[in-house]
């Protein structure tokens, strides 16, 4: 009975050193500010970044996006120059050694379509494209790709897209959804521009992750599971697209 003091001193002091020593490894694991890096001027990574943000608070910890060209943002957190990049698909990690895929649910969907203003157009697969005169927006590979062997004019712009397809310089659009949908209401309200045809493409995106904070990986994936099951996202994407068309309008 005389040593039970002694044995309890040595106990909570134990736990004391426990407690100092672990609590570096939790601000390592579970870092107050993540910086994203995030494709510059990119409807999709703008729809991607207001849920990888609102997933990020929940979990406590405040976002800094980066905002840069498309292929950059991919190096900057593929470098450890940022610690996230708002999302990609998962074949992009076969060449960024560094990244990693959070699952649980997409941040964002790459649907690529085909728009035109006449009714005698018809598409229902690339090849159906080569009779026609394409438009592309610059950038979007999965546009440049499929349209390789069409002499398609670029543009560097949405608004200058559907602005020759208006004056009939080109007789279909190819772009993403998404984008071309937050134009047409931006900017082309009135216009007879409509999408054609099935898909050309349905890529999921995910959030990308460094390595270096792989413990975020798990709890990520559980709220952004819950966010797409309760239907956060959908309601996310939904007032974002509202926000941009009328900061489009206001700027106007």
């Not at 500010?33 to 970044?49: C, E, R």
């Not at 207001?50 to 406590?60: N, P």
């Not at 190096?75 to 998962?90: F, I």
Request: glycine share 6%; charged share 20%.
């Amino acid at each position: 009975m005389p040593r039970f003091p002694n044995t309890l001193l040595v106990f909570v002091l134990v736990v004391v050193f426990f407690s100092i020593v672990r609590a570096p490894a939790l601000a390592t694991d579970f870092p107050q500010k993540i910086k994203i890096s995030q494709a510059s001027d990119h409807t999709i990574h703008m729809l991607g970044a207001a849920v990888i943000a609102e997933a990020y608070k929940r979990l406590g910890i405040r976002t800094e996006f980066i905002q840069v060209p498309s292929k950059r943002s991919l190096t900057l957190a593929n470098l450890g120059r940022a610690d996230a990049e708002v999302g990609r698909v998962p074949s992009v990690l076969s060449d960024y050694k560094n990244l990693m895929m959070v699952d649980g649910a997409p941040i964002a969907t790459v649907k690529g379509v085909a728009l035109t203003i006449s009714s005698d157009c018809v598409c229902k697969s690339w090849d159906d494209l080569k009779e026609y005169r394409v438009g592309i927006r610059r950038g979007e590979v999965f546009a440049e790709k499929g349209t390789a062997q069409m002499n398609a004019v670029a543009t560097s712009s949405y608004k200058q897209l559907f602005t020759m397809l208006e004056n009939k310089r080109i007789d279909v659009a190819v772009g993403i959804l998404t984008s071309a949908e937050i134009e047409l209401l931006s900017n082309f309200k009135n216009s007879d521009i409509k999408v054609i045809g099935k898909e050309f493409i349905n890529l999921p995106l995910y959030h990308m992750l460094n390595n270096k904070y792989a413990a975020l990986a798990p709890k990520l994936t559980e709220v952004l599971l819950e966010m797409h099951q309760n239907g956060d996202i959908e309601k996310i994407h939904s007032k974002t697209i509202k926000d941009i068309v009328s900061n489009n309008k206001s700027g106007q």
